[in-house]
């Protein structure tokens, strides 16, 4: 969705608060300065990145705004412009974006983000149905897990710069 510009300032063209800004850097240049205003940056101290929880699914065509969070399971229909953090489980739609229903009964949601099943290697769910309602499907894991029969899966950590040099 890009940068939120600071609309309270006299201009809220880039040229005020990014020094890099290729416009206005030249013309600075050109006159001797390094900037053609007193930068101050208005996402100097925030975090701009997205966070996205598990299993989310996120259709064709949505656009993201810097700096929100889009929960575990959540489900974002095709287009959407998504400007506030979404909830898990939630589904949204909609310019912008709004919930429109929950996936499953606030219960629920409960005991799947309590059990955090994403933390499991999917050969440990190889007696449960794939189709299992969520109460099923935690109550089967949550065995498993007690009896001490799987444990957190532990992917091997791979890094890029090891496996390309």
Not at 12 to 35: E, H, K, M, R, W
Not at 142 to 157: D, H, M, N, T, V
């Amino acid at each position: 969705m890009g940068e939120k510009h600071p609309i309270e300032r006299f201009s809220s063209s880039a040229v005020t608060y990014n020094p890099t800004f290729i416009l206005s850097t030249s013309s600075a240049q050109d006159a001797g300065l390094d900037s053609p205003y007193q930068i101050a940056n208005p996402h100097q101290n925030q975090d701009l990145s997205i966070t996205i929880g598990h299993d989310v699914w996120i259709g064709n065509n949505v656009t993201l705004a810097t700096g929100i969070s889009i929960g575990n399971g959540a489900v974002i229909a095709t287009r959407a412009v998504v400007t506030k953090d979404v909830p898990p489980y939630a589904i949204v739609a909609g310019v912008p974006a709004k919930v429109v229903k929950y996936r499953f009964s606030e219960t629920e949601i409960e005991n799947l983000t309590e059990i955090q099943w994403w933390n499991y290697a999917y050969t440990d769910f190889n007696e449960i149905k794939a189709d299992a309602e969520p109460e099923e499907l935690c109550d089967k894991l949550r065995e498993k897990i007690e009896s001490g029969s799987i444990e957190r899966y532990q992917p091997l950590l791979v890094k890029f710069h090891e496996v390309f040099n």
